[in-house]
């Protein structure tokens, strides 16, 4: 099992730029399949991006591509999430998760890990 911890979130106003920090606790954290997910009251959780264990390859959501930039630094087990151009339809609790070695499927439930959120939230 691998502890995630988000950290960035916070409260800006349309066009504004946050950047999301997910760190790991585990050994060897280049084999794990990292991704961002968010999800407001009430309604489904839902992808935003991810990125492969090895970094080769990352996937977004329709509507973030262009604006938000997925990365990883193997050598402080951490991914971002460089959120530019947020509207307010970006505000939701964003989440870190992970999996081992995994890729293809973007369904939440194929994720073993997630870590407790942070609040992103974007004024109008």
């Known amino acids: 099992q691998v502890q995630l911890v988000e950290s960035g979130g916070g409260l800006v106003q349309t066009g504004g730029s946050l950047r999301l920090s997910c760190v790991a606790s585990?050994?060897?954290?280049?084999?794990?399949?990292i991704g961002w997910f968010r999800q407001a009251p009430g309604k489904e959780r839902e992808f935003v991006a991810v990125i492969k264990y090895s970094g080769s390859s990352v996937i977004y959501k329709d509507s973030v591509k262009g604006r938000f930039t997925i990365s990883r630094d193997n050598t402080k087990n951490t991914v971002y999430l460089e959120m530019n151009s947020l509207e307010p339809e970006d505000t939701d609790v964003y989440y870190c998760?992970?999996?081992?070695?995994?890729?293809?499927?973007?369904?939440?439930?194929?994720?073993?890990?997630w870590g407790q959120g942070t609040q992103v939230t974007v004024s109008s």
């Open positions: 585990v050994r060897t954290f280049s084999i794990y399949t």
């Open positions: 998760t992970a999996k081992h070695l995994g890729w293809g499927s973007m369904d939440p439930r194929s994720f073993a890990s």
